[in-house]
């Protein structure tokens, strides 16, 4: 089945600094890749996403890119902000019953 | 909209004890799910559902029972509560687009 890694699992960076989480899925056959926002307490949140038709989208902010053939996936902040502090999952779907199969998630610190 | 409903938001169980936490959405989603979140952890797939009456196991469904009555209401069922179910539980929806609308979250403790 569908294995999704995470990486890394803490990253910590300075306020105005860019922040790039990754990930890596083992079916070739995932063809949807969500990112999804978690602060502390509360729900997880779509932030954005893309589907394997597309390798890069934007989000003022905000990008995932998407290399097929090596099966990863990142997930690019820039210019940071305090906001942007919060665990940060990926997960890749292959429209089986709309499951996604979900990284293990990487907290994001932005230091002052 | 209130989107995704969940209930409780905190418990306490004894060891033993069983409880039914609630889960409805008011989006007419078919797709409906129930994970679990232990801290500093990732989401595990408890149970899932494409529609009324259809059920099937996620990842970790040991200990916990679900049903799918009406499009809108999926409870999970804890039947004899013990301490490695202490966990966040959410439960999320979708429709076709594989956004997963989540609800508030129910933060169980069995002591």
């Known amino acids: 089945g569908e294995n999704v890694e995470q990486h890394p699992s803490t990253l910590s960076v300075q306020e105005g600094d860019s922040a790039v989480i990754k990930c890596t899925y083992s079916?070739?056959?995932?063809?949807?890749f969500p990112w999804y926002k978690q602060e502390l307490g509360k729900r997880p949140q779509l932030i954005i996403d893309i589907r394997s038709n597309v390798g890069e989208k934007k989000d003022q902010r905000i990008a995932v890119t998407l290399n097929k053939t090596a099966k990863h996936f990142s997930l690019h902040i820039t210019e940071t902000q305090p906001e942007d502090s919060a665990v940060y999952f990926c997960a890749a779907s292959i429209n089986s019953n709309y499951q996604l199969i979900w990284g293990a998630g990487t907290k994001l610190i932005i230091k002052p | 909209n209130a989107g995704v409903t969940q209930t409780p938001k905190f418990r306490i169980l004894k060891i033993g004890q069983s409880m039914t936490l609630q889960c409805t959405q008011d989006m007419n989603h078919n797709y409906m799910y129930w994970y679990r979140q232990d801290p500093g952890m990732g989401l595990k797939l408890i149970y899932y559902s494409v529609g009324a009456g259809i059920t099937d196991k996620g990842e970790v469904p040991n200990g916990y029972n679900v049903s799918r009555s009406t499009t809108e209401d999926f409870p999970l069922r804890l039947e004899l509560a013990a301490p490695s179910q202490t966990s966040v539980y959410f439960c999320?929806?979708?429709?076709?687009?594989?956004?997963?609308?989540f609800g508030p979250g129910t933060r169980l403790t069995v002591l």
């Open positions: 999320a929806s979708t429709h076709t687009s594989n956004e997963q609308f």
């Open positions: 079916d070739s056959a995932s063809n949807y």
